[in-house]
Every structure is written in C-alpha cells, then in structure tokens.
C-alpha cells in the first residue's frame, strides 16, 4: 500500500519519497516561503525545483522555516541550459547551493538534453557526486537515444529521470520509461496535471466520479500506481492538500488501462522526442 512519503528506494539506495510538491512558477518571494512552507507543515517531504524556477532561495527558506530537520526533506534542483560544461555546471550547482544555503542537494539533475556539451555537464555531475554535495544525480526530458549516449560514458548511472508523463502522453513516452526500467533508472513524472490542461476530459471526468475522486487526484494517483515519483505543483493550499490526499483509495486495474487509452501523443512542455 502506498501511503504519503513512501520512499522509492533508486540505484545508489538512497530514497526518494514519492510525491513531491513541483514548484515551478511560484517566484512571489514571501508568498512563495509560506506556500512551501504550508506544504511541508502538511506533511509533503519532496520539493522540485530547478535554477530555471527563480526560487532556489525561497525553497532553502521554507525548509528552515518550516521547522523539519534539513535531512527530513527531499530537495531537487536543475542546471539550466546556458551552464552546460564541466567548469560553467560546478560553477551553477555551487551558486544553487549558496541561493539554497544548503550543503548538499538531494538530487541534481541536467534539465535539459542540450546537444555537445551535456556529456562535460555530466563528468561534472559524478565529481559533485563523489564528493557527496549531491546525495543523487539524474537527468531530465532524456529519451532513449539521450540515455544511450550517456550509459557509454557514464561512471555513474544516472538515478532518476524527469519527464512529462500522464495518461496522454504515456503510450508515446512507453519506450523511455522501459529502457529507464531496465537500467533501474527511477521514473519521475513531471506535469502529471498536464498543467491543467486536459483536467476536463470527459474520459478522466467519468472515471474520477467512480472515485469520487477529482480529475487532478486520479492522475496523481495513475503515476503512483505505477510506480513513478510524481511531484505536482499548486500554489493554493486548498489544491496543495487535495493533490496529497491520494493515498487512502487504488485505481482498479481495469480503470488503470482505461486512463491509458486516453493518450494523444499530448506534451504541454517541451517535446524532446527528436533532440538530437
Ligand atoms: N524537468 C522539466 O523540464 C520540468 C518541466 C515542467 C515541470 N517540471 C516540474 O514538475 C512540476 C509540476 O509540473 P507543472 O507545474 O508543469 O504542471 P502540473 O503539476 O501538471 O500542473 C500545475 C497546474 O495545475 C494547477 N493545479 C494544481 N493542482 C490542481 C488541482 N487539484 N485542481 C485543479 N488544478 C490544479 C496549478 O494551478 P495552481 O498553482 O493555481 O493551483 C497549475 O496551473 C513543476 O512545478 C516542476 O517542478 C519539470
């Protein structure tokens, strides 16, 4: 049974907790330390952010301000495009972390599968690694041509990899999630609300009602049943509770293959399928 802050346990047996709170778009400063803030007081253990989001020093704010130990939660940042390389990534992950004043970083991952210089960003990943300022390293919007490349040279295998995924993309996004499997890469979902977008589709409308469930919570649900670490984001503290408040029902196999017929090859980011 999966319950709140279950740990999935990744390739290097660190632990990750399964659903984490995604907090891309919340830069209103203060605001933004209470929401986090709200949300670990409520009981999420995960934050995502990224150097991307603008609000590294918000996130580091709310985990001291909200009383828990620095180790009792779960803290992810990005590098950003425009560092790729080995000096220019040590440099960005150092300035994520004086933003963040933290020591260390739960998990770190490369946005973004920016051509030529990702492989440099990634012999910097393993020396940050190593030296144990990051507990995790990982990759993010990798597909299978990414994750070739990087196995030939890696030293470390990556841990997680972050990508769109919910029912409307799944099917396209099956051959990346089982080459991830087979190298025990962890899969996390990003956008599992498909921000927002598809909350209205009379498919996912009717199954949620079997449920009395909303639509947000059975997609939040679907990538937990599968296994995946899933990190939506709300800045409402109503949403923040509701998206949480998913552990306490299962979807039945038959309606897990009826929110899988729902794809549409959908992406409402970035579709890295033919980054080269
Ligand atoms: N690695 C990457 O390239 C990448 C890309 C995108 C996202 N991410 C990460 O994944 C996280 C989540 O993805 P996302 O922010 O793109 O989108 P998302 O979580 O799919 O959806 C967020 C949107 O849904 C709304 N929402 C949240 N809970 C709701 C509910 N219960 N009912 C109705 N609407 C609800 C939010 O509005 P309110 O905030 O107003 O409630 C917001 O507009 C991000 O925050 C970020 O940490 C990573």
Same mark, same amino acid.
């Given at each position: ?12 047996? @660190? ?26 007081? @409520? #009981? ?87 030296? #144990?300022? &990051? ?9 299978? =041509? ?6 030939? =040279? ?31 890469? &962890? ?19 009717? &199954? ?59 992406? &409402? ?8």
């Amino acid at each position: 049974m999966i319950q709140m802050n279950s740990l999935i346990e990744l390739n290097n047996q @660190k632990t990750i907790p399964c659903l984490g709170l995604g907090v891309y778009e919340m830069t209103l400063g203060t605001k933004t330390v209470e929401t986090i803030t709200y949300a670990l007081q @409520k #009981g999420y253990r995960h934050l995502d952010t990224a150097s991307l989001y603008n609000n590294e020093s918000e996130v580091g704010e709310a985990v001291r301000a909200s009383g828990l130990r620095r180790e009792d939660v779960f803290v992810t940042t990005k590098l950003w495009n425009s560092d790729h390389g080995y000096d220019s990534a040590l440099k960005a992950f150092e300035k994520s972390l004086n933003l963040m004043k933290f020591d260390y970083v739960d998990l770190y991952l490369i946005h973004w599968p920016v051509p030529q210089r990702r492989l440099e960003s990634w012999r910097a990943f393993e020396k940050l690694y190593n030296e #144990g300022s &990051c507990k995790a390293i990982g990759v993010s919007n990798y597909m299978v =041509q990414h994750i070739d490349e990087l196995m030939k =040279q890696a030293k470390v295998v990556p841990a997680v990899n972050q990508i769109e995924l919910h029912p409307f993309n799944y099917t396209q996004r099956k051959p990346v999630v089982e080459h991830c499997q087979k190298h025990s890469i &962890c899969i996390e979902c990003y956008s599992p609300l498909t921000k927002g977008k598809r909350l209205k589709d009379a498919g996912l409308v009717e &199954c949620a009602k079997r449920y009395g469930r909303s639509t947000a919570q059975l997609l939040i649900r679907w990538g937990l049943q599968k296994g995946f670490v899933t990190i939506p984001k709300s800045a409402h503290s109503s949403r923040i509770l509701e998206n949480a408040n998913v552990f306490d029902f299962s979807i039945s196999e038959d309606d897990m293959n009826v929110l899988e017929m729902l794809n549409e090859n959908y992406s &409402c980011t970035w579709d890295p399928t033919n980054e080269p």
